[in-house]
């Protein structure tokens, strides 16, 4: 079967950094992707992860470990306007499947 | 280069009717999908059109069909509407079948009654 964890609430303030972490397990494994999604919204993309090692994007990051199965999303220099859910989400099989999200509150 | 579009926005239905819900891609992406995103919940992948034709397909029952058209956009069907269908429906485009990197839709919030 597939499976993809990650925490379902992180808070932190803002100027903070976050990271939220993302295991899986699943067949035919490419490649691991990171939207975002406001209120009402729809998902946007971030970043993605086809090989192992960090990705950087302006105040975002990505990272993708292989081997252990493990990614994460690192968000720097929070915003308020980073509150949002954040989702992870795994290509296999020639699709992408979706984790449950974390959402992610930033205090002033 | 446009975005990706669906309509209706919203739409409230009856449990056993039909409906169908559609779906713009983005220009030059060739491959579409389709997902339902409960309230809380991640988006749940019901099926992909690659080029027209289905190639790969969720935990979704055959009552949720769908057609992909030669302009490369979609329609998602749903039969004998039941109230668990109720959630926001979100159609993704990507050049390639299984692309990490989808442009979604703002979603059709369907309700069923």
């Known amino acids: 079967g597939q499976s993809l964890e990650q925490p379902s609430e992180v808070t932190a303030v803002e100027g903070a950094i976050v990271q939220i972490n993302c295991t899986y397990q699943t067949s035919g494994f490419y490649g691991l992707s990171w939207y975002q999604q406001h209120d009402g919204g729809a998902p946007t993309f971030l970043s993605y992860?086809?090989?192992?090692g960090l990705e950087e994007t302006g105040r975002f990051s990505s990272f993708l470990s292989r081997s252990d199965s493990y990614g994460y999303l690192l968000l720097q220099e929070l915003q308020m306007k980073d509150s949002a859910s954040y989702f992870c989400?795994?290509?296999?099989?020639?699709?992408?499947?979706f984790g449950a999200g974390t959402t992610v509150t930033v205090r002033a | 280069e446009t975005g990706v579009t669906q309509s209706p926005t919203h739409l409230i239905k009856t449990r056993g009717q039909q409906v169908t819900l559609r779906c713009s891609s983005q220009s030059g992406h060739n491959t579409v999908s389709w997902y339902q995103q409960a309230l809380g919940q991640g988006p749940q992948f019901i099926f992909q059109?690659?080029?027209?034709?289905?190639?790969g397909r969720g935990n979704f029952p055959p009552r949720f069909s769908g057609l992909q058209f030669p302009n490369y956009s979609s329609e998602l069907n749903v039969n004998a509407l039941e109230l668990d269908d109720s959630a926001l429906y979100l159609c993704?485009?990507?050049?390639?079948?299984?692309?990490?990197?989808?442009?979604f839709g703002q979603g059709t919030r369907l309700t069923v009654v």
């Open positions: 059109y690659y080029r027209e034709e289905e190639n």
């Open positions: 989400a795994v290509g296999s099989d020639y699709k992408l499947s």
């Open positions: 992860n086809a090989l192992d």
């Open positions: 993704a485009s990507s050049l390639e079948d299984g692309g990490l990197e989808a442009f």
